[in-house]
């Protein structure tokens, strides 16, 4: 360093960093000591090359010094593209951060993935940090070494009064004034206290003094093996094997978090297992650092995961734990929505291949399984079905499941008409179930308005578990509501059973397709489309019956309704519908929108009056009292709509034809002229 750095350089960057007056070059010693060298090293590799750069730039050092007691803020790793390797600031490549994974996301059962586990821990070094210096406005504790480079800060009182400020040499010596030189290195600090509190009262009559330390020395240390950024570090005197890990960035994802070692003098002091810190809290592993001091980071160990139903899943590096339990109490524990008893082990099996073990978590034999290198306990969870409940849902207040208990009927569900949104339809309530053993559906329908009215009646219908309430509104369409139900009918159609959908249209309020219910017939397809409409003849309607004969054909056969008889209740007139009916209601004839003239003009009553079909002109004149004194009958004129329309766009058609026949005459005299002008 000092082949290769000026002392001017060296100087001036000495007083910009520690705050120093700034000199002249005059003022410029000829060299720079050996201290000097030292603070200039102890800075970090971004302070010099921002220094370079300002000098090489010509500009002036700046008036506030850097503080390297403060610690600084650590930058996020940077994230890569897709398809690149990620790099840190130097351009030196890292290793890229795994998606998360939440808790809970176990996956199909059988499944043999678990690319989405991340090992576990890693995440505590999730920032490249640019520089790390602890605070100095920390107790120094009472074991810390004294070395080269410490400021002892000591106070005398007594017959005199001084204060001292003495720097630890790099003999290892404070030159106390009035004493001499005192031998400190290698003492801790509860030993140099008393050490120069006996040689001060013995050496200086009449006099005691307080001593407490000042800023303390740098000492630098080694990161060394699957580190971030292995290498040498210089830290603050109080730093632990934390703090050197945080400086280098952390640790790789191939290293191990349960076997850090620290070494001096070729030696294996200590051992660091993070699992300790993350897991329980406990620091009493992370010894402070001395200068010299090696921490080496080896490959990381024996590793298993866990996934699925448990407080934090990862994968985790194996010490002492050797049994299934063991792996659950790093994870966390199993979540509420768990299912222990259908957990399996993925295993890596002799052969190479690998195998699934079906493990029961609610039994001494299954957590006491043994694990191997490579494992992946998955842990499922329960079924997402639910039980003992009644679903309501459509056109109500409170949409939602319902705890069911048994003998619960539809008014017990749904107790008031204060329950319904406005404008419910009361007499078709549709409800789903389900039926066993493969839990095909079923859907029939109930009259709520008769169930409330009267609650022991048959249409306050028994409910049965897991069973679906539908309430419609009376003035909105329900093929959307329906689709779904009617698209399970269909899927679960075969040859001998059709599926369970018949279908209304023409003059009812809701016409569509409705499930057919068991014995259904045409009074409850009716119902179901929301009534008849005014214009409904009510005398008569079709059905329209598709047949299969012979399993050769389908055959349509249209059957008469007798919709009065009905009405009176007559039963053998409300026939039982079968799948894939379909019921038309014709319209009374002549049934249509009210026709209207306008009179205008000298008629006594001007205005607009209804007509009947077959009327003349005449009949509504004389409605309208006739014609007054000031008529001129002769002059009247009639208008009517289509004809209007017809006669415009005729109009419409001779100017169009006009304008391309004065357009092509224009052409012709252009051509004629040219001719004459050749």
């Known amino acids: 360093m000092k082949g290769f750095i000026s002392r001017h350089l060296v100087l001036l960057l000495l007083t910009w960093v520690f705050g120093l007056p700034l000199p002249s070059l005059a003022q410029l010693p000829a060299a720079a000591t050996a201290q000097q060298i030292q603070l200039f090293q102890q800075l970090s590799p971004e302070q010099r090359a921002q220094l370079l750069r300002m000098l090489k730039q010509g500009k002036q050092a700046p008036t506030q010094p850097v503080r390297l007691n403060e610690p600084r803020l650590v930058k996020p790793r940077p994230v890569p593209a897709h398809g690149q390797q990620p790099q840190g600031e130097h351009g030196t490549p890292v290793e890229p951060k795994a998606e998360p994974r939440q808790a809970g996301t176990g996956g199909a059962k059988g499944g043999m993935s678990h690319g989405g586990l991340r090992p576990f821990g890693y995440d505590l070094f999730a920032g490249a940090p640019t520089t790390f210096a602890p605070a100095t406005d920390i107790p120094v504790p009472a074991d810390y070494v004294i070395g080269p480079g410490d400021v002892v800060q000591v106070q005398l009182f007594g017959k005199e009064n001084n204060e001292y400020t003495l720097t630890v040499t790099r003999e290892g010596q404070l030159q106390f004034p009035g004493i001499g030189p005192i031998t400190v290195t290698g003492l801790t600090f509860r030993e140099m206290k008393h050490m120069l509190a006996e040689r001060v009262s013995h050496q200086?009559?009449?006099?005691?003094?307080s001593i407490t330390m000042g800023p303390l020395r740098s000492i630098r240390v080694f990161v060394l093996g699957d580190a971030y950024r292995p290498g040498s570090y210089t830290v603050s005197a109080l730093s632990t094997m934390t703090n050197a890990l945080f400086v280098s960035g952390g640790i790789r994802t191939i290293g191990s978090l349960r076997d850090i070692q620290l070494k001096r003098r070729g030696r294996v002091v200590t051992r660091l297992d993070l699992y300790d810190l993350l897991l329980h809290g406990d620091t009493r592993g992370d010894r402070r650092l001395q200068p010299g001091d090696v921490i080496f980071i080896p490959p990381v160990g024996k590793t298993a995961g866990i996934a699925g139903e448990v407080r934090r899943p990862a994968i985790y590096e194996l010490r002492k734990e050797?049994?299934?339990?063991?792996?659950?109490?790093?994870?966390?524990?199993?979540?509420p929505t768990a299912y222990p008893q259908g957990a399996?082990?993925?295993?890596?099996g002799p052969d190479g291949g690998r195998e699934l073990i079906d493990l029961d978590l609610t039994r001494k034999r299954g957590l006491d399984m043994r694990l191997r290198n490579g494992d992946v306990l998955h842990v499922y969870s329960v079924l997402e079905k639910m039980e003992n409940i009644v679903l309501l849902s459509g056109h109500v207040a409170r949409p939602g499941g319902y705890q069911w208990h048994k003998g619960m009927r539809l008014a017990d569900l749904i107790p008031s008409t204060d329950d319904l949104l406005?404008?419910?339809?009361?007499?078709?309530?549709?409800?789903?179930?389900?039926l066993p053993p493969d839990r095909h559906i079923q859907v029939f329908s109930a009259r709520l308005g008769a169930a409330l009215q009267d609650p022991t009646s048959r249409a306050n219908v028994l409910l049965r578990p897991r069973d679906q309430v539908l309430v419609f509104d009376?003035?909105?369409d329900r093929k959307d509501v329906l689709k779904p139900i009617l698209h399970q009918l269909q899927q679960q159609a075969s040859l001998s059973a059709p599926a369970q959908i018949v279908g209304v249209g023409g003059e009812v309020r809701i016409p569509g397709q409705y499930p057919l219910e068991p014995g259904m017939r045409i009074s409850d397809l009716i119902r179901a489309g929301g009534g008849l409409q005014e214009a409904a003849y009510g005398l008569e309607a079709e059905l329209t019956r598709y047949e299969i004969v012979d399993d050769q054909y389908r055959e349509t056969e249209h059957i008469p309704v007798h919709l009065a008889d009905i009405q009176k209740g007559i039963v053998t007139a409300d026939i039982v519908l079968r799948p894939h009916d379909y019921l038309s209601i014709r319209a009374i004839p002549r049934w249509g929108k009210q026709e209207m003239v306008q009179l205008a003009g000298e008629v006594k009553f001007p205005g607009k009056y209804p007509i009947r079909r077959?009327?003349?002109?005449?009949q509504p004149l004389q409605r309208a009292g006739g014609l007054t004194d000031q008529a001129f009958p002769a002059g009247a004129v009639f208008l009517r709509e289509d004809l209007r329309k017809k006669e415009q766009a005729q109009m419409n058609r001779l100017a169009n034809q006009l304008q391309a026949d004065l357009a092509s005459l224009q052409l012709s005299e252009r051509g004629q002229n040219d001719m004459r002008d050749k």
């Open 204 to 209: 200086m009559i009449g006099m005691k003094a």
């Open 322 to 335: 050797k049994r299934v339990r063991d792996l659950l109490a790093m994870a966390g524990g199993l979540l």
């Open 344 to 348: 399996q082990i993925e295993r890596i």
């Open 422 to 434: 406005p404008r419910a339809d009361l007499n078709y309530v549709l409800i789903r179930r389900e």
């Open 474 to 476: 009376t003035g909105k």
């Open 614 to 618: 077959g009327e003349t002109l005449r």
